[in-house]
Structures are given as structure tokens and as C-alpha cells.
């Protein structure tokens, strides 16, 4: 055995009983490393949960999951209005997803399927007037969570990107840099307002003037 990496868990690498403590003493001297990819999901992760509003944001997603994979009813009248959407929109019908907050880069997909179905997702919260679809509706048609969606529409496929690279079998060690080099300089230009493509679309949308509903909602046509 010349090396061997992990994912970084305690029972991988733990100083007194984890797998990588262990190896060495049949092997002093093994080099381990951390798993590069790992490494990028828990700065992922990390990032995410010390913005209090992302953190809020994974459990509206969820919730927003829940809502049609705990009912058949609510899912049948998502997928009806689908049907009718998809005739005019070819990019209508991605199946919602459910996330988690220790994958956060799979978070991609849940994203992009929350955009796909948006308009019909508020068509159906619209015909439930219960308390707790009221409270949900509220929370989902605000600036704040369509920007944040269209920001993570962005930034993600970015961060995704350079997952994959690092997770390719012919990768090599000299490559290691250069992607990380590439993927920072492209988001510190979305930092510094080179929106991204989804925001730019997202700030074409917002009229100057706002109409607010008797739920105190409003929606971006």
C-alpha cells in the first residue's frame, strides 16, 4: 500500500482507533490524504450554514417536497398543470427533488427543478387555503427567495463542475490548482455584479411597480 484517502470522517481518520491510524501502524510512514471532493462539499456546506437565510431556504425547499411527495392529490394536480405547460414550455416537468444539507452541491438539482416547476407549483398552493400552505406560499413568492434561487442557479452548476473534475478517474495532480484557480475567478465575478444569467433574467422580470395581493404576496410574471 503506497497511499490511501478518505472522506474525512471521525472513524476515517481519527487519531486513536480510525482506519487511516490504524493503517499506519502496519505501515509507518503512509501518506493519507483528505478527498479533494469531500473537501469542496463541506466548504460547501460550511458556507451555506453560517447564512442564516440559506439555512431557512433548505427547509422551504423541503417543505415545498414534502408537500407533493406526501400527497398524491397535490401531486396529481402539479402534474396536470404541467401537462398543460408543457405544450408552450419545453422546459416544464423536471420532477421536484428533496435535499440535504450534508450533500450540499447535489443541491443543484433541487434548484433547478424548483425553477423548472415554479409557475406550476404556485398554481396549485394557490387553490389550498390552509394556514400552513398560506404561511409556505408567502414565504416562496418573495424577492428574496426567487433571488437567492436564480443566484444558486448560478453558482452551483460552477461549484458542480469542479466536483466532477476532481472525481474524474484520469485526473491528474497538476490539475488540482488550476481548476480551483478558474472556478474562484468565476465566481468572484459574479461577487463583484457580473450577475449571472439567471439573476440578470430574474431582474428583467421585476416590474417598477409592485402589486401587492390581499396576502400581502406578489408575483414576478
Same mark, same amino acid.
Given at each position: 500500500?503506497?497511499?490511501?484517502?478518505?472522506?474525512?470522517?471521525?472513524?476515517?481518520?481519527?487519531?486513536?482507533?480510525?482506519?487511516?491510524?490504524?493503517?499506519?501502524?502496519?505501515?509507518?510512514?503512509?501518506?493519507?490524504?483528505?478527498?479533494?471532493?469531500?473537501?469542496?462539499?463541506?466548504?460547501?456546506?460550511?458556507?451555506?450554514?453560517?447564512?442564516?437565510?440559506?439555512?431557512?431556504?433548505?427547509?422551504?425547499?423541503?417543505?415545498?417536497?414534502?408537500?407533493?411527495?406526501?400527497?398524491?392529490?397535490?401531486?396529481?394536480?402539479?402534474?396536470?398543470?404541467?401537462?398543460?405547460?408543457?405544450?408552450?414550455?419545453?422546459? %416544464?416537468? *423536471?420532477?421536484? /427533488?428533496?435535499?440535504?444539507? &450534508?450533500?450540499? +452541491? =447535489?443541491?443543484?438539482?433541487?434548484?433547478?427543478?424548483? @425553477?423548472?416547476?415554479?409557475?406550476?407549483?404556485?398554481?396549485?398552493?394557490?387553490?389550498?387555503?390552509?394556514?400552513?400552505?398560506?404561511?409556505?406560499?408567502? %414565504?416562496? *413568492?418573495?424577492? /428574496?427567495?426567487?433571488?437567492? &434561487?436564480?443566484? +444558486? =442557479?448560478?453558482?452551483?452548476?460552477?461549484?458542480?463542475? @469542479?466536483?466532477?473534475?476532481?472525481?474524474?478517474?484520469?485526473?491528474?495532480?497538476?490539475?488540482?490548482?488550476?481548476?480551483?484557480?478558474?472556478?474562484?475567478?468565476?465566481?468572484?465575478?459574479?461577487?463583484?455584479?457580473?450577475?449571472?444569467?439567471?439573476?440578470?433574467?430574474?431582474?428583467?422580470?421585476?416590474?417598477?411597480?409592485?402589486?401587492?395581493?390581499?396576502?400581502?404576496?406578489?408575483?414576478?410574471?
Amino acid at each position: 500500500m503506497c497511499g490511501i484517502a478518505t472522506d474525512g470522517a471521525a472513524v476515517m481518520v481519527g487519531s486513536r482507533s480510525g482506519l487511516t491510524t490504524r493503517f499506519k501502524e502496519l505501515v509507518p510512514g503512509l501518506p493519507s490524504t483528505h478527498c479533494i471532493a469531500h473537501r469542496l462539499a463541506l466548504c460547501s456546506s460550511g458556507a451555506a450554514d453560517a447564512i442564516p437565510y440559506l439555512i431557512k431556504y433548505q427547509e422551504l425547499v423541503n417543505c415545498i417536497y414534502k408537500y407533493f411527495s406526501n400527497s398524491p392529490k397535490n401531486l396529481c394536480s402539479l402534474e396536470k398543470i404541467q401537462a398543460i405547460l408543457a405544450s408552450v414550455n419545453a422546459d %416544464s416537468g *423536471t420532477r421536484l /427533488k428533496q435535499i440535504s444539507n &450534508t450533500r450540499w +452541491l =447535489s443541491f443543484e438539482g433541487s434548484v433547478t427543478a424548483l @425553477l423548472r416547476n415554479y409557475s406550476s407549483l404556485i398554481t396549485v398552493l394557490l387553490e389550498d387555503n390552509s394556514p400552513k400552505t398560506v404561511g409556505l406560499l408567502k %414565504s416562496i *413568492t418573495c424577492f /428574496k427567495f426567487l433571488y437567492i &434561487t436564480h443566484f +444558486l =442557479s448560478d453558482v452551483l452548476p460552477i461549484l458542480c463542475r @469542479l466536483s466532477k473534475c476532481y472525481q474524474r478517474s484520469d485526473i491528474v495532480f497538476s490539475n488540482v490548482n488550476p481548476l480551483l484557480a478558474s472556478t474562484i475567478s468565476q465566481l468572484q465575478g459574479i461577487e463583484t455584479g457580473n450577475y449571472g444569467i439567471n439573476v440578470l433574467n430574474l431582474l428583467d422580470t421585476v416590474p417598477t411597480a409592485v402589486n401587492v395581493d390581499r396576502r400581502g404576496s406578489f408575483f414576478v410574471q
